[in-house]
């Protein structure tokens, strides 16, 4: 069978056509970061706009790439939140249009479902498992204690780890999505500034960035006032490994806690070679097997959204065609064998 997914929760417009749940024949992304660069971040309107204008295209080339006709597709997935809901719509619109004229099921699914089973396509998840999410808008760790069952046991209070980085990032003049630019300059460093880690209370698997991030425009503005150089490297540096010593050492230690099987890393962050390389290094004398996408699959992609909807397809889960985009659905209420919750 064929799912044929869609993605446009943010500044990518994706679609994907993966065979029986597993097999990414295409998975084509157009990325929008040029046009949000020069505004420094994504623009809510200019999103939808470019979702509208590149959704047909996409669709085609997607379909082209794959080898497959829209008479073979089995079902359509998209994304239906969270994200932002002009950006969604889109999306949405387009599944909805293609479920009804194809008489085939619509699959709303989870973007952060689908970026942890983004792992699904790469290899086979063993439960319980446990996921660190690293994305541009979520932190979280999330246990699977079967397959497509979510429980978030720790999250972020503020920042999330991708928002810190682009925050740390345009301190630093770079431009936008800045993520990838201070782990080079980290990566590269001869030198740290050390900055502090928020560890919260001891039995608390939450996160927070905010005062790290912080902690880094206040050095960057003391160097300034007292006229000296700033240590831009050595400060990336620091603010790294402050977030990779964090979020690797909760997530080991929910991953004993839970008795987990499996570790998965995924989102957006999980291209950040620090981060990749630590928590290898960790699970690896853990003894405790993980499993990281390549880097096309961590970014926002339409197929780990179809890896995502298997779950439901597998189930006879589907969506109803008035379905809503909704921009703060729940990952726990997405979970399979349950109705939808509203938010
Ligand atoms: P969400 O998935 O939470 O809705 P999103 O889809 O906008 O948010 P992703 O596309 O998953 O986020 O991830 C984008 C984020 O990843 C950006 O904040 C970007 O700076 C960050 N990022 C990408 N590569 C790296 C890297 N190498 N190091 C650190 N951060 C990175
Ligand atoms: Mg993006
Ligand atoms: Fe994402």
Redesign the pocket.
Known sequence: YYILAIET??DETSVAIVRDGREVLSNVVSSQIETHRRFGGVVPEIASRKHVESITVILEEALKVAGVGLADVNAIAVTQG??LIGALLVGVVAAKSLALALDVPLIGTH??AG?IYANRLIGEIEYPALALVV????TELVLLEREGEFRIVGRTRDD?V??A??KVARALSFPY????H??KLAQGAEEEIELPRAWLEPDSYDFSFSGLKSAVLAEINRAKMKGEPVREAALARGFQNSVIDVVTTKAMKAAAEFGVRQLLLC???A???GLRAKLSELCGKARLPLLIPPMSLC??NAAMIASAADLKWRRGEFTSLDMKADPMISLEGWSVGKEPSPS
């Open positions: 929760s943010c969270p994200g973007h952060i970026h994305s541009g808008g979520h999330a991708g928002e980085y682009d999505p800045g993520g990838p201070v782990d989102g957006g962050v291209a950040n070679g970014s926002d």
